[in-house]
């Protein structure tokens, strides 16, 4: 399924966080926005996942307005991992993967053997099946994480929306996890902090800045040193992956600080 956005800007509080951004995650594609902190890269995946309207502009699967569906409509097609979800109540974590399957029920929306088995796939999928039984506010962040990425994919959508799904995993659940979001399959928007990650893992990366589109292509073609010093103020040196062959940077500080020259020795009178 693709994903378009056109013309989107948001206000928030009457000011303009997003302005004007154009972009489109093509079927089974898995594209990633990187930028600073605070360059309006959730601003813009929570228009995505409706938890804001933008102030212009749209968000199209298929052709069809995204926000002009209802919520179940909307729900059974894109799901999505915002960085501040989670549950304030002590459910177990199967309850919590129970949650993905509410848009494909109907009636008294109770669970059917279906359902419990497409559950049970998912946190499989994520390496998860054996926390079924706990509580989800006993899991460590890590394991949080899986459990609502699981969740997510019980949802069975054909768009996938992700923002920082790496937060809180050790090295080992970052690579299992994207090559899990990889091999989904599904068209996949995803906002990383983690700039090699991106490179590895992406088939395009947006790079956001102020609010805007900086540069957008494939990672070897967006990240390079000019682009990394001007938006994020580093010195960039690329290597290539020894397996993958995909870019990879090493970072220095852009005004590294320079030890003083030796004072010359005095001289004889």
Not at 37 to 66: E, F, H, I, M
Not at 103 to 113: D, Y
Not at 187 to 216: F, M, S, W
Request: net charge negative; hydrophobic share 45%; proline share 5%.
């Amino acid at each position: 399924m693709q994903l378009e956005i056109t013309g989107l800007s948001v206000e928030v509080a009457g000011k303009r966080l997003v302005h004007d951004i154009t972009l489109a995650a093509g079927s089974g594609r898995l594209v990633g926005l990187v930028g600073p902190n605070g360059s309006g890269k959730s601003t813009l995946l929570r228009c995505v996942y409706r938890a804001l309207r933008p102030a212009a502009g749209d968000v199209r699967l298929d052709g069809t307005d995204l926000h002009a569906m209802d919520a179940r409509e909307g729900a059974r097609l894109l799901a999505a991992l915002p960085q501040e979800a989670g549950t304030e109540f002590d459910f177990t974590v199967a309850e919590v993967v129970a949650m993905g399957r509410l848009p494909h029920q109907r009636g008294s929306g109770r669970a059917s053997a279906a359902d419990t088995e497409v559950c049970a796939r998912s946190l499989d999928r994520v390496g998860a099946g054996h926390l079924s039984g706990r509580g989800f506010l006993s899991l460590s962040g890590g394991e949080k994480q899986r459990v609502l990425i699981a969740r997510a994919l019980a949802q069975e959508p054909r768009v996938l929306v992700l923002d920082e799904p790496t937060n809180h995993l050790d090295i080992a659940q970052q690579l299992e996890v994207l090559a899990l979001v990889r091999d989904s399959r599904l068209t996949v928007l995803t906002a990383l902090h983690d700039l090699n990650l991106a490179a590895v893992h992406c088939d395009e990366l947006y790079v956001i800045a102020d609010g805007r589109i900086a540069a957008a292509g494939p990672p070897h073609d967006v990240l390079t040193p000019a682009l990394l010093a001007d938006v994020f103020g580093v010195r960039a040196h690329r290597v290539r992956h020894p397996e993958t062959g995909a870019v990879q940077l090493l970072f220095d500080r852009l005004a590294a600080r320079t030890e003083p020259a030796e004072a010359p020795a005095p001289t004889a009178p």
